[in-house]
């Protein structure tokens, strides 16, 4: 049986950062930001940690889903910024919640983290090797920037949102996902360089850099596509869909993406304004703040869709 969202939960680091607060730190205008993207402000982790704002999620998610811990056999959590290399985002979230009977690891497949993650869990469910999992997404992008570089790090903020998943009758119905690593250098952060005995490098951490336009290019294209072909497996028309739930990484590339697929902007919700792009983080906050909304009923048509470095991409046709 296929995966099927029954609870989200969000959380968001508590200091909020307007584009007037950047004008004070560097050469940018409210202005530039705003027409350029859509973003308003983001929200920067201060005393929030990845692990933190992904138990805080999914310990809502829990809570929406009336699951309890030792039901959850899965936990997937897609994430770029993990507060450690190990033990894995997923692996403290088990611990945290004390879902001692899950798998839990991590997926890096960037701002297309969450819908890979719940590819994942729609795997698993069909095949019969879990019924309950907490699919997450988490992000501490703030640390990853440029604080010097205006072109990046105004776009990003920090958050995490998570889904319970179960394995129900109706739920997932479709999904694509596709990369592209041979484009992979428009959108790049590097780890830490090889040093041991035998190589001496100065192993400072890289910042994120990124071709804009490479990448606008890129998701402007195969956005729509990716989403069409969900629709098209599904048997499910656009028209039929109540919401598209897109990563939110730039208001002009959700217009071009409804404009393509001739639907009326109000069928694609947004908080970009308040968040900007939390990388895997994007959607599953997003649905949840339309989720907590009251937006969604039983037997709607959602479509979740999200892009980034790799590059990756993901759509899902989903009954609520
Ligand atoms: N404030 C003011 N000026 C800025 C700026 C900022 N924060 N960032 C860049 N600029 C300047 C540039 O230096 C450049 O100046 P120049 O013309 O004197 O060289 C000018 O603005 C135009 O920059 P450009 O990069 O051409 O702008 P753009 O129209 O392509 O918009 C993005 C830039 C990043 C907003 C846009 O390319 C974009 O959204 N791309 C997609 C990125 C994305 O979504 N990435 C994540 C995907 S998961």
Redesign the pocket.
Known sequence: MPARIIGTGSALPEKVVSNQDLEKLMD??DE??KS??GIEKRHIAVTETTTSMAVEAAVRAMEDAGAAAEEIDLIIVGTVSGDMCFPSTACQIQSAIKASNATAFDINAA?AGFLFGLSIADAYMKSGAAKTALVVGAETLSKMMNWED??TC??FGDGAGAAVVRSEEAGIISMVQGSDGARGNA?VCHNREVNNPYVKNSCALDYTS?D??A??KF?VKTVPLAIMQALDQAGVSADQVKYFIL?Q??IR?IEAVAKKMSQPIEKFPTNLQECG?ISAGSVPILLDFVNKEGKLNKGDKIVLAG???GLTWGAAVLTW
Do not use: D, E
Request: aromatic share 12%.
């Open positions: 940018t205008t530039w930001i350029r993207t701002c205006r072109g105004v776009l959108l990124m804009g336009q990448v606008y998701a990563h990484a730039n590339i792009n892009f980034g470095a």
